[in-house]
């Protein structure tokens, strides 16, 4: 399908493409909605094999944030942005950053940058030196590191999946199994490990493993099968697409709930797969919402308190999807619809950005 016809199909306002000739630069922003208004989304820098594969991943990211912003009650839209490298792991550069800020700076606040995989509070303030436009900085910008927020908006999801099967919202005792010990996986395993949970970790970079091992008596788990191990709830906190049509089939946790943006590779087939297996699946997009409410609130000029109560918010949110599941395909189709509603009750609604 070409470009046009699936922005067409997913609904896709924007696609901008960005070559800054100085510094070598190559970006892409993709705005999929500005509807409920403003859309804050974090820049990812990674090596794609191919420039096909950095515009779906952007584009898919992107709809994800429309989504996540909806049924967190966010007055925001959605986007996203993606930096190519052209060598994995290319340093990342003040002048890459600039030239990075001032593409953002043409969307006039339309788009709103902030962290995403690849990318430091020090790279943010470097893009906020050429645009008013981000969040997630410490210095010129503000937000900081947003992945505490996140961790905490997880944890909360596990709870309502916990409390959805009916069993002791009650971590002590239960096997987690942990994908991706990064900003966000490695919070998560602190929560977890003080709630008493007993943490399976992975990651390919082996001296957090080590850390995990180290702070929380984690047990290692070979990176290729951690999405396969026996466990209470498997928490994908790394890339994306972890989980496709054959991995469903070998899973032997009874609930997923992980941090990881786009874990399944397609969700309306994954998640009424997991419906079939009776495997609970927590909507990544409600699971992971705590880092954009924390930069989206922020942005919108919210207290500490409102922010934390709406990070709080994400337990119900989540119980009122599961419980509404059943008159749907699956739990990701009943988080879709919550997330259609909100749109729909937007554009019934001056825009938020007008003027
Ligand atoms: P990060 O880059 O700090 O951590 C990712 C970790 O995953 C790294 O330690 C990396 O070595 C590991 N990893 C990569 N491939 C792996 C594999 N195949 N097996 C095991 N480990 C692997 O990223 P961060 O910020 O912790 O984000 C994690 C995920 O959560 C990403 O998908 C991100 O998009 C998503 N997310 C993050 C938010 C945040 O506030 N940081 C907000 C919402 C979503």
Redesign the pocket.
């Given at each position: 399908m070409d470009t046009f016809g699936r922005m067409t199909e997913i609904g896709h306002e924007r696609v901008c493409f960005h070559h800054d000739e100085a510094t070598g630069l190559r970006a892409i922003v993709a705005i999929h909605s500005t509807k409920l208004g403003p859309a804050l989304g974090g820049t990812r820098r990674w090596h794609y094999a191919t420039e096909e594969e950095a515009l779906y991943d952007v584009m898919r990211l992107s709809e994800g944030m429309s989504c996540k912003a909806a049924c967190a009650g966010l007055p925001m839209g959605g986007a996203k942005s993606v930096i190519l490298l052209p060598e994995p792991n290319t340093e990342a550069t003040e002048a890459e950053a600039k030239a990075m800020g001032r593409f953002i700076d043409t969307f006039n606040g339309d788009y709103i940058a902030a962290?995403?995989?690849g990318l430091d509070p020090r790279y943010i303030d470097w893009m906020a030196t050429e645009t008013n436009h981000v969040m997630g900085g410490e210095t010129v910008s503000t937000g900081g590191d947003?992945?505490p927020?996140?961790a905490a908006g997880t944890f909360n999801a596990m709870k309502a999946c916990l409390q959805h099967l009916g069993r002791a919202v009650d971590f002590s005792g239960l096997n987690v199994a942990v994908?991706?010990?990064?900003?966000?996986?490695m919070d998560l395993c602190r929560r977890l490990h003080e709630a008493g949970a007993n943490l399976l970790v992975?990651?390919?970079?082996s001296s957090?493993v080590d850390q995990a091992v180290a702070s929380w008596d984690a047990k290692p788990i070979d990176?290729q099968s951690i999405i396969e191990c026996e466990c209470d709830i498997l928490a994908p906190?790394?890339?994306?697409a972890v989980i496709g049509e054959h991995t469903v089939a070998r899973i032997k946790a009874d609930i997923i709930c992980g941090?990881?943006?786009n874990i399944l590779v397609d969700p309306a087939r994954e998640s009424a797969a997991m419906v079939d297996r009776g495997i609970l699946y927590a909507p990544d997009f409600v699971a992971?919402a705590g880092?954009l409410i924390w930069l989206a609130g922020l942005w919108l000029g919210m207290s500490r308190e409102e922010l934390d109560r709406r990070n709080d918010e994400i337990e119900q949110t989540m119980i009122d999807i599961l419980n509404d599941a059943p008159s749907h395909a699956s739990t990701w189709e009943a988080a879709m619809s919550l997330a259609r509603v909100r749109f729909a009750q937007g554009e019934s609604k001056e825009p938020a950005h007008a003027g």
């Open positions: 962290e995403d995989v947003p992945s927020f996140t994908q991706g010990l990064g900003h966000v996986g992975a990651d390919i970079n957090v990176p906190c790394a890339l994306g941090a990881a943006n992971n880092g």
